[in-house]
Structure formats: structure tokens, C-alpha cells
């Protein structure tokens, strides 16, 4: 049973860093990209960045382009998620998916989802 596996969640003060994890388990996720989206309380899940299944190209959401960075490791099955400089919007659940569309921004392109972490940025 494939399935995607988030930690690293935690609470932080507003310009710290945390790092995620999602650790892929069932099947091969090589030929897949993977996303990470995120969900605070009240508003659609939104989209914060992707890396290719080679790894070789990542897309970001413009409201956390310079401050996080997602990379994989394809030995561990595993894909990270470094944010730094934390603001008190970024609090929300994050979760992990992957799609082996090239539609990195949209939901219904992912064929697998985490459950999901709560990062809580405090101000």
C-alpha cells in the first residue's frame, strides 16, 4: 500500500526554520514529482512547491520563493521541505503528494496525499 508519510512538524518563533520530511513506502515514487501543499484553518489548500521526479527543476509559490527549499533524496524515498525566515502566515498544516502530472499547482493532478503536519509559527 503506497503511502506518504509527513514529520517535522512543530511550533516556531516567527524567523526561525524548521525542516519537513515525507518519507514515500509502497511503491516506487521515482517517476513521480512531489509537492508539498498547505492548509490553514478556514482556507483552501494552497500550493507551496514541487521538485521534479529527477529532481532537476522545483517550483515555488511566490509567497515562499526565497525563504523555503525542497529537496529529495531518492536512496531514503524521502522529500524534504527547509523553510526559513517563518512568518505567522505560514502557520497551517502541511502536507506531501505526488503526481506524475506536470500540473505541479493543481490538486487533482495528485495521486497520493499525506496526512499531513501542523507548523505553527508564533509572532
Known amino acids: 500500500q503506497a503511502q506518504l508519510v509527513e514529520s517535522g512538524g512543530g511550533l516556531v518563533q516567527a524567523g526561525g526554520s524548521l525542516s519537513l520530511s515525507c518519507a514515500a513506502s509502497g511503491r516506487t515514487f521515482s517517476t513521480y514529482a512531489m509537492a508539498w501543499f498547505r492548509q490553514a484553518p478556514g482556507k483552501e489548500r494552497e500550493f507551496v512547491g514541487a521538485i521534479s521526479s529527477g529532481g532537476g527543476s522545483t517550483d515555488y509559490a511566490d509567497s515562499v520563493k526565497g525563504r523555503f527549499t525542497i529537496s529529495g533524496d531518492n536512496t531514503k524515498n524521502t522529500v524534504y521541505l527547509q523553510m526559513n525566515s517563518l512568518k505567522s502566515e505560514d502557520t497551517a498544516v502541511y502536507y506531501c503528494?505526488?503526481?506524475?502530472?506536470?500540473?505541479?499547482?493543481?490538486?487533482?493532478?495528485?495521486?497520493?496525499w499525506g496526512q499531513g503536519t501542523q507548523v505553527t509559527v508564533s509572532s
Open positions: 503528494a505526488a503526481t506524475r502530472s506536470f500540473r505541479y499547482r493543481y490538486k487533482p493532478s495528485y495521486d497520493y
